[in-house]
């Protein structure tokens, strides 16, 4: 369908909910950056975004807030408002809607931004919170221009702690309002609940927003993280380029959040800084990583039937993790943290390896198929002695889905 610039305006209220999941890396961060393939998967942890659009202009009813463009935090327990006059005045009178293919946000653009923020009483403690409402304000006057609404946001994911926080915030963001703007189509799938999947050329639409409030998170983000929370399951993802992963097997994870807090932006600045004081040895150390990517994407998609081959297959892709985990100390994104949940899990013989940009936040452990209840139960009961929260996720679930009210 056209992207209908602008007739969004002409319409009564819209309701709009998207949701968008979360992720893990099985294995490739950081690397994946500079060009290495990554494997990410999807998982049962979401982001909802619900969008509520009031009819434009004054006499047309909407009550109170009716011409601002509202933004409730619910997790963090902050809203936030703009009158549509101030962000006009901001953002420049031109400002239109346009849900077509995204512009980058642009240094004028964003240093607007940044001055609708200074408003804003974002309380020094949740200062972190400033990324997320720059890349809500870009999204929503992109798409919708100063059209008045009012967008609340919940999440499952722990904030900036490796799971895809930022990418869920966006794909759900921008799946809310291009579905609002009428700028995207639902494909053929209705699903539980109602929940709808957009049609392919949609759910690339929205990707591509996604990756622009992204590059506003994250700095230099690969696009891996927007990628699988729009589109779900597994996938390879190499220099822009997806692949299915078809999983034979369940692959069974257990997750471990230090709550040591952390910055993507920071951290993959910090790999690319270590990159450029040794171009050689860190050149060599993506090119392993995409080596491991590869072996493992292809370990896999293998059919495992019996109880030898599950067994050696998964310690194929426990390996492959390990050695992965490696080569991210190299690169200067581990923590003692992190060390810990491996030493930790070691003594039950569990492998693990931090997952997302590292640096404290989520730890990844393989559960072998074949493994006992009981060990899982104490070896989560020691790492949640050291103050840590272990739960388990399903892998490899539903992208984004949208709701119409
Ligand atoms: N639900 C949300 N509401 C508002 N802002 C959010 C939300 N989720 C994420 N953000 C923004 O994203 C930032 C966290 O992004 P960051 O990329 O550092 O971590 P992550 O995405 O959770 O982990 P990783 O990128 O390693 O997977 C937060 O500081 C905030 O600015
Ligand atoms: C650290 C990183 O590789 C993954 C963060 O989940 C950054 C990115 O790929 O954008
Ligand atoms: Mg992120």
Redesign the pocket.
């Known amino acids: 369908m056209d992207p209908v610039a602008g007739t969004a305006e002409h319409r009564g209220p819209v309701e709009v909910r998207a949701r968008a999941p979360g992720k893990i890396i099985l294995t490739g961060e950081h690397a994946v950056v500079h060009g290495s393939a990554a494997v990410a998967a999807a998982i049962d942890l979401y982001t909802n975004s619900s969008l509520l659009l009031r009819p434009a202009g004054p006499g047309e009813g909407g009550g109170a807030g009716s011409s601002a463009v509202e933004l409730d935090l619910r997790d963090s327990g902050l809203t936030f408002s703009w009158p549509c006059s101030r962000l006009r005045g901001a953002l420049g009178e031109e400002i239109s809607a346009n849900p077509g293919a995204p512009a980058p946000c642009s240094p004028d653009q964003l240093a607007a931004i940044a001055r609708l923020l200074q408003d804003q009483d974002i309380p020094e403690a949740k200062i972190w919170l400033s990324a997320g409402l720059s890349a809500f304000l870009f999204l929503y006057t992109s798409i919708l221009g100063c059209r008045p609404g009012k967008a609340v946001v919940s999440s499952d994911l722990p904030m900036?702690a490796?799971l895809?926080?930022?990418?869920a915030f966006c794909v759900s963001m921008s799946g809310a309002l291009l579905t609002a703007a009428g700028a995207v189509s639902v494909g053929a799938h209705r699903g539980a609940e109602g929940w709808e999947v957009l049609e392919k050329g949609a759910l690339e639409l929205v990707n591509q927003w996604a990756f622009q409030g992204?590059k506003i998170?994250?700095g230099k983000?690969s696009g891996i993280?927007n990628s699988v929370s729009t589109f779900g399951k597994m996938i390879k993802f190499k220099k822009g380029e997806l692949t299915n992963l078809e999983s034979r097997n369940p692959v069974k994870m257990l997750i471990t959040d230090t709550r040591v807090g952390r910055n993507?932006k920071a951290l993959v600045a910090g790999v690319s800084e270590r990159a450029s004081r040794h171009p050689d040895a860190m050149a060599s150390v993506f090119h392993a990583v995409n080596t491991i990517s590869e072996e493992l994407s292809s370990i896999v998609e293998l059919v495992a039937e019996d109880e030898i081959a599950i067994t050696s297959k998964e310690d194929k892709l426990a390996e492959l993790m390990e050695m992965n985990q490696g080569l991210l100390q190299c690169m200067g994104v581990s923590h003692s943290s992190i060390e810990t949940v491996l030493r930790t899990t070691l003594k039950y013989s569990l492998v693990s390896k931090l997952t997302?940009?590292g640096g404290g936040g989520c730890v990844l452990t393989l559960i072998p198929t074949l493994s006992s209840n009981i060990v899982l139960e104490k070896v989560t009961r020691e790492l949640e002695s050291h103050g840590y929260r272990c739960f388990k996720v399903e892998v490899g679930g539903r992208g984004l889905q949208v709701f119409r009210g």
Do not use: L, M, R
């Open positions: 900036g490796g895809g926080s930022s990418a992204e998170i994250h983000p993280d993507t997302g940009a």
